[in-house]
């Protein structure tokens, strides 16, 4: 027996949707997109984001995917192209330097760990798998938001509001103009940096992954305590193995062999 539910179906198109977009979409949209009624669109929108699947950005007045979408396929984005191919990877990268990895993915304004790789004998960090942070204060985030539109950029940070600080650390990071120089210099560097805006006395250096479109799809990072590498040293024993490192997982993920 072939029996439609139309407010199931509305509810799953609006989800694949939602993850196909690079960037949060407005509910009218929406609704021309799918040619679902408008009221219908909202209706369910409001009950998605009750439930965590969707966010609202009310800056914006659109939507993108909650946490718990994140959550829901969590067991397949373990299993994904980027996961798996960047597990061993990091560990290859972990193993070489002796300071933990991690990849991340852009989530809304903030980034999305998916991939941990812990240093023996290194102090816990707070970038367990799952977990999610403002991108403008991470090395990841910085990375990923160098290679971006500016128009982009600007969406996702509209306002002096959307720059949170996380508590117990400082941060310059507390303007557009302020990321916007600071993008700049990734850009130019090649690589994104933090030095205590996530966690004080913990340094992270990040390089962004782009795929065969030249978009940025993730960036890994390494974290380390400060004062453990000079400015003599770090250029060979971090960024030069975390360059390559991207650079490789790039190609695997876009299906070139290296």
Known sequence: MNVKVPAAQHTLRILTLLASRKSPTPAAMIAKLLDIPRSSVYQILTIMVEQGYVAHYPEEQSYGLGISAFELSSAFTRQEPLARHGAPLLANLVDRIGESAHLAVLHGNDVLYIVEER????PSLVTDVGVRLPSHLTASGRAILAALPK?????????????TVREGATTSMRSYATLRTELEHTATRGYAQESGDVTPDFHSIAVVVKDTRDWPVAAIAVTFLAGR????NIRE???????ETAGA??????GRRR
């Open 119 to 122: 240093a023996k004998g290194r």
């Open 151 to 163: 128009s982009q950029v600007r969406a996702l940070y509209p306002r002096a509001s959307s720059f």
């Open 229 to 232: 590498f000079t400015e003599e």
């Open 237 to 243: 024993r971090v960024i030069e193995p975390l360059q």
């Open 249 to 254: 997982l790039a190609d695997r993920f876009s």
